[in-house]
């Protein structure tokens, strides 16, 4: 979803200047592209993403599910999406 992507940029992007790092130190392109594919909602389906980790989630985690579940609100979505069962797939 290039329109989530898009907003999760921005959402790293403004934490980035207030921690006073590159955006790629929050989170990398490809993090936030899986992020954008499957639309993690909680802590444990974000932490299927690649890139995120417990550190990560515990530091930004709420922001970015946050963005997740507003963009997933505006576009009637609701709960994790079916692709999140790809990743526990690639995990085994």
Do not use: C
Request: hydrophobic content about 35%.
């Amino acid at each position: 979803d290039d329109l989530l992507f898009e907003e999760l940029r921005k959402l790293r992007r403004e934490i980035a200047t207030r921690e006073g790092v590159p955006p790629y130190i929050i989170f990398a392109d490809v993090t936030l592209h899986e992020m954008a594919q499957y639309t993690p909602t909680d802590a444990g389906s974000m932490l299927k993403i690649k890139g995120v980790g417990e550190s990560k989630l515990q530091k930004y985690g709420d922001l970015f599910i946050n963005v997740i579940q507003k963009h997933r609100t505006a576009t009637k979505l609701s709960g994790n999406s079916a692709d999140m069962h790809g990743i526990a797939e690639m995990d085994s």
